[in-house]
């Protein structure tokens, strides 16, 4: 390690307090997962303390995975990506730099791509045409910059659909966009829906997030004596 690095590493470890346990660590990461934002000053920030804490990787990309599908609003994931996406090639920058002593950067590599496929399913298929074409051109990135190689791009492209993966898709996200639909062709498709639009209705309309108004038709149609009629749902009473 020559001088420079050695000053920037001093640097890097003065600006980062030390942190103990693992409690206090994810403390500070939830408090940089609610703060998402796609500015330069945050990027770096993050990235730099992800990286400060690298013997902790797999504690912290875990987190970040259990974490997304509940980060709200979904262009906040989006904003997660570009913070993953730097993290690869600072990463990869060090490792072809640094060749005795790039460990935790390879290590964060693999770990990032063989979690990429749950982060990416569970952002891009509540996104728009122009962000879900932002995420497209960071994966081309990473090709370019043979942080992956094509397979491993190939790969990772795949998980990019326009439905929910695997246990995120409910009767309630059928039933609301049937309520919305003006043309609907049965069988329905789970292609036809719309989640960007689903998405956005319920948080303007409703004013709380799908997932919560998923979970509430889930137990009503899952209450002890069956589903609950519409007109005999209990309602607030009303001040007098």
Request: aromatic share 8%; glycine share 2%; charged share 20%.
């Amino acid at each position: 390690m020559n001088n420079y690095q050695q000053h920037h590493q001093q640097q890097q470890n003065e600006e980062f307090r030390n942190i103990n346990n693992d409690d206090d660590l994810l403390g500070e990461l939830n408090d940089l997962l609610n703060d998402l934002n796609p500015s330069n000053s945050y990027i770096k920030y993050a990235k730099d303390w992800i990286l400060r804490y690298s013997n902790k990787s797999n504690l912290i990309i875990n987190t970040i995975v259990q974490r997304v599908p509940v980060i709200e609003p979904p262009e906040k994931r989006l904003f997660l990506l570009f913070l993953i996406s730097e993290i690869l090639h600072s990463c990869a920058i060090e490792k072809t730099l640094d060749h005795h002593h790039h460990h935790h950067q390879e290590h964060y590599i693999t770990l990032l791509y063989q979690n990429l496929p749950s982060i990416l399913s569970n952002t891009y298929y509540l996104l728009d045409n122009q962000q879900k074409d932002k995420i497209k051109n960071i994966c081309n990135l990473w090709e370019e910059r043979k942080i992956f190689n094509p397979n491993e791009i190939k790969s990772l492209k795949s998980n990019l659909k326009d439905v929910p993966p695997l246990g995120i898709a409910s009767p309630g996200a059928i039933v609301t966009h049937l309520k919305l639909a003006s043309n609907v062709t049965l069988p329905l498709n789970p292609t036809d829906i719309n989640y960007y639009h689903l998405h956005q209705f319920d948080r303007s309309a409703n004013n709380y997030s799908l997932y919560d108004s998923l979970r509430q038709f889930q137990e009503n149609i899952n209450a002890p004596n069956g589903p609950v009629p519409p007109n005999t749902q209990q309602q607030p009473q009303s001040q007098q």
